[in-house]
């Protein structure tokens, strides 16, 4: 496609319940990223792609959090047990840069999660 | 680890004036600085970056900016700012990790209000 794709757009969820965040990076883009924007702060970093595996997931903020992409393009960030603390704007980004480039990374519009 | 800090939670400025939004950062060696504008329902996008070489960087939309090494600074100009600058901004300082990926540092914004 022409962007990066999120969705939903947003996700409504009731606490304990299980979601799923889908992303379309853009075709041949083999970096993608996970981000996590709550409310009054800037994006802050969960997970880095490179092809299929998972490169960096230092940003993941405990083991409820999950993310693939086993074809090395459409991703899914995965998050289990969800609580009211999870509630925000997850943003994909992918880049066409391989490990070590400075290729510019373009974000999609985001995942509006709220845990009720 | 590296931070950023954007002092201006929110700005509001008369269609036509001049901008100037301030970004301060914290980074052990050289940064790479990025500014981001976020427009309501609309993904982040990318209005101008500084690698190195020339302290003065134009991007997108008529926006530059100025590295200022001695103060730690990539402030966000435009002379004369348009009712559409109306959004959220974000500065960011891109690191290098481990991994190989460049990992962003977003400040926590600042909205642009414009007034007729």
């Known amino acids: 496609g022409a962007g990066v794709s999120q969705t939903p757009s947003n996700k409504v969820t009731e606490k304990g319940k299980y979601v799923e965040l889908r992303c379309d990076p853009i075709?041949?883009?083999?970096?993608l990223y996970w981000y996590r924007q709550s409310l009054g702060q800037g994006p802050e970093f969960l997970i880095y792609?490179?092809?299929?595996?998972?490169?960096?997931d230092s940003g993941l903020p405990n083991d409820r959090f999950f993310a693939v992409r086993p074809e090395g393009s459409v991703s899914t960030l995965k998050i289990q047990r969800t609580e009211r603390g999870d509630s925000a704007v997850y943003l994909c980004?992918?880049?066409?840069?391989?490990?070590?480039?400075?290729?510019?990374?373009?974000f999609g519009q985001g995942t509006r999660l709220t845990v009720v | 680890a590296q931070s950023v800090t954007q002092p201006d939670i929110h700005i509001t400025v008369s269609e036509g004036a001049s901008l100037e939004l301030r970004c301060n950062y914290s980074?052990?060696?050289?940064?790479?600085l990025f500014w981001y504008v976020q427009s309501p329902g609309q993904g982040l996008q990318l209005l101008l970056k500084?690698?190195?070489?020339?302290?003065l960087v134009q991007g997108i939309k008529g926006f530059e900016a100025e590295f200022k090494r001695s103060q730690s600074s990539f402030n966000l100009r435009k002379p004369s700012v348009h009712w559409s600058d109306a959004a959220e901004y974000f500065c960011?300082?891109?690191?290098?990790?481990?991994?190989?990926?460049?990992?962003?540092?977003f400040g926590t914004g600042t909205r642009l209000t414009i007034i007729p």
């Open positions: 792609f490179q092809g299929t595996g998972a490169a960096d």
């Open positions: 980004a992918s880049s066409s840069g391989q490990v070590g480039s400075r290729a510019e990374a373009f």
């Open positions: 075709s041949g883009h083999t970096a």
């Open positions: 960011a300082v891109g690191a290098r990790s481990n991994f190989g990926n460049e990992k962003l540092t």
């Open positions: 500084y690698f190195s070489g020339d302290t």
């Open positions: 980074y052990g060696a050289t940064p790479y």
